[in-house]
């Protein structure tokens, strides 16, 4: 035998030596572990096992196959109010609870040695082992994948204390979403592994071991399309296009080349706000979220902007001034803007997102800010914008014409 084919046994072995073990980021101490016997895996059936392990601070947590809620092979489970915890087989629906699964491709879960409610009461353990978990009603996994996608999903609060399988629950805190190799969670023989050995090597570590751990988390790489236009278009609107067209004002003082832009910006406002809207249907998360309320709310605030604006036009042409309707659209214009941008940032966070992103979104926020700032007093120097520190009864009444024409257009910025 050549000594890189020892070596590759050598590590083959040690790779294979026990299970593959996952606590998600930020899901406050639940932890994952999952293991598959060599012989399962040749035969492409059998037992599989695996550990759900979490502080009792926790109400439910639960375990599946499949790579979203709906689909998937639901491994639930709480604590039975006797010191030890109850197992729930469920199928996953599209954000609904999922219902206790009673058909004859149900999951065949079995509690094993050493589950239940530690001495001090401080963490709960469910050992499990799954004797037909390769295939079920909608879904199939390869006890040989090198990329097999698991869900979890947790929620905290008092203890369900019941042995009824079908016990409802509510929606989960978090989930996660992650691939599994499976090839790198083997075990040796076909029994429960959690007992015997150091079970379950990386318990309440915070975080996965990283890509020898055979776990990789895909949870943010899983965003539906309709989320990712909706906040495309609706942080351009509001962190740059409404503030570029409130610039253009006093930059341009044309007031039609205003309104043109804040007309189709106002346009595709919408249009997000339609995208927003179908996601958290989609989600079920109309209305649940200080975002989604909060966007409803400034949307709807800013549709009258437009006749706003339109009333302080004729009240110019008819004046030559600002009246009370130049002030309520200058300001309700500025507050809805900042109020958008804050909005958007709570998007950001609601969809999980990188800081780099949000981080980035802050900056130009803050520099169209600025340059909507700068444009501002730009034009005082200019002179566009004179009429609001001369004020206007005294241009209108005695000054000379200002050095734009009113029949161009007129600044109210
Ligand atoms: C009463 C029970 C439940 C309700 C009302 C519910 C509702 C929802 C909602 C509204 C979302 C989308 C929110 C978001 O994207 O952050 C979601 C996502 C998710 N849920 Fe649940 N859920 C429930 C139980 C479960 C259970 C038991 C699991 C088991 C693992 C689970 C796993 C997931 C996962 C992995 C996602 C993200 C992937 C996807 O979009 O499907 N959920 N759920
Ligand atoms: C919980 O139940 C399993 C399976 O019946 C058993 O092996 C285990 O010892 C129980 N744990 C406790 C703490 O009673």
Not at 249 to 262: E, I, S
Not at 352 to 359: A, D, K, Q, Y
């Amino acid at each position: 035998m050549k000594i890189a084919q020892v070596v590759a046994l050598f590590g083959a072995g040690l790779a294979s030596a026990s299970p593959a073990s996952f606590c998600p980021a930020d899901a406050g101490g639940v932890c994952y572990s999952i293991a598959i016997p060599t012989s399962s895996a040749n035969a492409g059936s059998g037992n599989i096992y695996f550990q759900i392990k979490a502080p009792t601070s926790f109400q439910w947590v639960a375990l599946g196959t499949g790579s979203a809620m709906a689909g998937s092979n639901i491994f639930l489970t709480y604590q039975d109010g006797r010191g030890n915890l109850t197992l729930s087989p469920r199928l996953g629906t599209q954000y609904t609870m999922p219902t206790l699964d009673t058909s004859s491709t149900a999951a065949r879960l079995t509690l094993l040695a050493g589950s239940g409610v530690s001495a001090d009461g401080s963490t709960m353990t469910a050992n499990v082992a799954c004797s037909n978990c390769q295939s079920w009603s909608g879904g199939q996994m390869s006890l040989k994948s090198t990329s097999a996608k698991w869900i979890g999903a947790w929620k905290s609060g008092p203890s369900l204390a019941t042995t009824d399988r079908a016990a409802s629950i509510t929606q989960h805190d978090g989930h996660s979403q992650f691939q599994v190799d499976l090839t790198k969670a083997t075990i040796s023989s076909d029994s429960n592994p959690f007992t015997t050995t150091n079970a379950g090597s990386s318990t309440g570590s915070g975080s996965n071991s990283g890509s020898n751990s055979g776990i990789t988390d895909t949870s943010s790489s899983d965003k539906g399309s309709v989320l990712v236009a909706h906040g495309i278009v609706m942080l351009l609107v509001m962190a740059a296009l409404y503030p570029l067209g409130s610039t253009l004002m006093p930059l341009a003082g044309k007031w039609w080349v205003h309104g043109a832009w804040q007309t189709v910006t106002f346009c595709l406002m919408w249009a997000g706000f339609g995208l927003g809207v179908e996601t958290a249907r989609s989600r079920n998360m109309l209305f649940k979220q200080t975002h989604t309320t909060f966007g409803t709310v400034i949307v709807s605030l800013l549709g009258i902007q437009p006749f706003l604006g339109l009333l302080h036009h004729r009240h110019f042409l008819k004046t030559k001034s600002r009246g009370v309707v130049s002030y309520v659209h200058i300001w309700w214009g500025r507050i809805l803007m900042v109020l958008g941008v804050i909005n958007g940032g709570l998007g950001l966070q609601l969809a999980s997102e990188r800081n780099g992103l949000v981080i980035a979104y802050s900056v130009i926020a803050a520099v169209m800010f600025l340059v909507y700032a700068c444009a501002k007093v730009c034009a005082v120097f200019l002179g566009k914008d004179r009429a609001k520190w001369v004020g206007n009864k005294e241009t209108n009444a005695t000054a000379p014409r200002r050095p734009y024409q009113e029949s161009r257009g007129h600044t109210y910025a």
